[in-house]
Structures are given as structure tokens and as C-alpha cells.
């Protein structure tokens, strides 16, 4: 049963808009996607959540894999946790993996392995918010439910001339209410229609230099009309980007490293990673007192959505097994690593081209 009624006319509404959007999918949309070949919701909950903040050509290089080791709810909810970042290493925002882990598991214990068809209780799965609920509803189940990820609302706000700050919740509820009041009457044509407005602003409805020329939505956007689409959507708080700098020390005997896990929440949280200190000196009295001198390797800069990040990594060779084997006394909880092991862990993916490329080195140096 649908959860939308069918809507009032809304003041300022764009003429057949779903009618437009449906169209164009279907001759002009995306039609090639691997996840576009199955109503099967955890293949098309899998695309929702992996293509989060992610482009789509990276995805693709994610997406069998993934369904390869994890073929259903089942697979993923009795996987460790480890497993699961490890396949997801490289793909970033990790809260992402870990979610798809605790709702795989919620799936099995509260609904018998089953999606609810419906996107009001999708959304109260982990991981799951309110436009991906909607966006399985209707890809799966013709649900008339309204997705507004950040591709949607800029394709709402330039065909609406919605100019009101997306900033203020009370604005964006009213952007909901208005994507709600244009969805298809027809269930049978959510699919392409969802799709469409995906594709549109994936492809067409860019951020910059839009291309309103292939836009089905041309004749009758009020952005266009205005000749300012790039003004929308209009978001005025922006978010503010820090700096960090921290040092790791990369402790490394015979062919392994030795790594310790990540806590449980804040960045990278659960992943395996090189000890870390907040100073160069602190890095240095932990060398000291496993009696060995850590020698400087170039700098790694990472970039995450709301700070830069500089590490410093410090390289100390272990030649005693014994030096080996009391590492956990000053270092605390951790494990050496066989390099080769490296992609059976979650690792960040900073530090895994970092191991990489001393590893390539190692094998290709001359005997």
C-alpha cells in the first residue's frame, strides 16, 4: 500500500514534472548499472549505502567483490566485523560498513532476514535513513516514497526556484513536503522515476555548468528560467574544516608490522592501524624503551570530509625476536602482521598504499 497520498496542488509546482522525469529514464537514464538488474533489496541497499558520498565508477570496483564474499543478509550478518572492513578498505566513511553489518544482523534477529517492504520501517534499521529507505521502497516495492539525497535536492531546488536556506530544518521539511507532492501517481512508475532524478543529477543537473539543454525539466525549471542555476541549493552553513597532525610508528620485524585496532567510535574507528601519538617526543620515548630509534619516512596527507590530516610516520626495524615479543608491554594491545595478510584486515587506506609500496619495494630490491 502506498504511504504517500495523493497531494493537493502546490503553489509554484513544475508542470507534469514526474511525467518529464519518467520519460527521460527511460530512453535517456542510466540503464547499465550492475544493481539496476535486481529487485533484490539487499543488492539494491548494498548500491545505496556504498554510492553515499562516493562516486559511482568507484563503487563498481566494490560492488561484486563485495556481493561475492557477502551474497545476502545472511553471509553479511555472520561475518566478523573484521571481515566486513576489510572488504570495504579503500571505499572510506566506514560508519558505512559497520552499519551494514549491525542492520544485517538486525535483519536476522527482528524480521527473519527479510527487508520490510515498507520505507517507514526501513528507516528504522541502522545505517538506513529516511531517502535510502525510500529509495529500496521504491526500486523494490513500487513504494510512493520521496528520496532527497544532495543529487535530488539541487534537481528540486533549481526546477522549484526553491530558494529558502536547506540549512534550517524547518526549510528542508518543507523541500520533503514538496518532493512528496511531486512523486508519480502511478506505484509502477517509481522505479524509473527515482531513478531518473537519481541520473539527472548525476549526470545532467551538475553542480557546476549544468547542461539544461539535455534537461527534461528545461521548459519549465524556474532556475533555468532565471539564468542562475548554480545559486541552488541555497546552504549557508558551511562546514568548517581543521587540521590534525599526529605520528605513527611503524614497528616492523622480519616480514610483519605490528598494528593495533582502532577504537570503537571516531575516525577509522574499528580499522587496524600503525600506533599513534599526538607528538613526535612521545613517538620517540615508546622507540626508546623498546630499545630501538625510529628513522623519518616522507609525510602522508589525508583529507577526510571535515579536517586535513598529517601523519608522520616513523620507521623502527626489530631484528630480536625477543625486542619482538615485549612490544605489547610498552606498546599495549595489538599484533604483528604479515604484509601479505594486510587484505584480510580493515585497513585505512592511507596506510595501506603507504605498507603497499614498501612492500613492492622489499620484493623487487635486488638478493
Known amino acids: 500500500m502506498s504511504r504517500v497520498a495523493p497531494a493537493a496542488p502546490v503553489p ?6 514526474a511525467a518529464r522525469v519518467v520519460a527521460w529514464q527511460r530512453h535517456a537514464g542510466r540503464h547499465g548499472l550492475p544493481w539496476q538488474a535486481s529487485r533484490d533489496p539487499y543488492r539494491v541497499w548494498l548500491s545505496e549505502i556504498m554510492l553515499q558520498q562516493t562516486q559511482v565508477t568507484t563503487v563498481l570496483a566494490y560492488y561484486a567483490r563485495f556481493l561475492e564474499r557477502f551474497p545476502g543478509v545472511a553471509a553479511l550478518a555472520a561475518a566478523p566485523l573484521d571481515d566486513v572492513l576489510a572488504a570495504w578498505s579503500g571505499l572510506g566513511y566506514y560508519s558505512r560498513a559497520r552499519n551494514l553489518h549491525r542492520c544485517a544482523q538486525v535483519l536476522m534477529t ?36 520521496a528520496i532527497l539525497d544532495g543529487n535530488v535536492k539541487r534537481v528540486l531546488t533549481r526546477a522549484l526556484g526553491f530558494s529558502d ?48 539543454l539535455a534537461c527534461p525539466l528545461d521548459e519549465v525549471c524556474a532556475a533555468r528560467r532565471q539564468g542562475r542555476p548554480e545559486a541552488y541549493p541555497v546552504k549557508t552553513r558551511k562546514l568548517r574544516r581543521t587540521r590534525r597532525e599526529n605520528w605513527w610508528l611503524w614497528l616492523e620485524c622480519a616480514d610483519g608490522v605490528w598494528l ?7 575516525v577509522w574507528a574499528g580499522l587496524w592501524s600503525l600506533p599513534m601519538f599526538d607528538s613526535e ?69 592511507p596506510l595501506s598504499k603507504l605498507l603497499g609500496a614498501a612492500s613492492a619495494r622489499a620484493t623487487s630490491a635486488p638478493a
Open 12 to 17: 509554484g509546482a513544475v508542470p507534469d514534472f
Open 110 to 145: 527482528e524480521h527473519a532476514g527479510r527487508f520490510p517492504s515498507d520505507a517507514e520501517q526501513l528507516s528504522t534499521l541502522p545505517g538506513i535513513g529516511r531517502s535510502t529507505a525510500a529509495a529500496i521502497a521504491a526500486f523494490c516495492f513500487d513504494q510512493r516514497a
Open 165 to 212: 536556506d536547506l540549512a534550517v530544518a524547518a526549510h528542508e521539511r518543507s523541500l520533503w513536503q514538496r518532493a512528496c507532492a511531486l512523486l508519480p501517481q502511478d506505484a509502477l512508475d517509481m522505479p524509473a522515476y527515482t531513478q531518473g532524478l537519481m541520473d539527472l543529477g548525476a549526470t545532467v543537473c551538475l553542480v557546476r555548468r549544468p547542461n539544461c
Open 260 to 266: 593495533q585496532q582502532r577504537p570503537s567510535a571516531g
Open 281 to 349: 617526543a612521545a613517538l620517540d620515548a615508546a622507540a626508546l624503551a623498546m630499545g630501538t630509534r625510529a628513522e623519518v619516512r616522507p609525510v602522508v596527507r589525508h583529507a577526510l570530509t571535515h579536517f586535513d590530516w598529517t601523519l608522520h610516520p616513523r620507521r623502527a626495524l626489530i631484528g630480536s625476536v625477543t625486542i619482538a615479543q615485549d612490544v605489547p608491554r610498552v606498546m599495549g594491545a595489538g599484533r604483528w602482521v604479515e604484509l601479505d595478510a594486510l587484505p584480510t584486515l580493515g585497513v585505512p587506506a
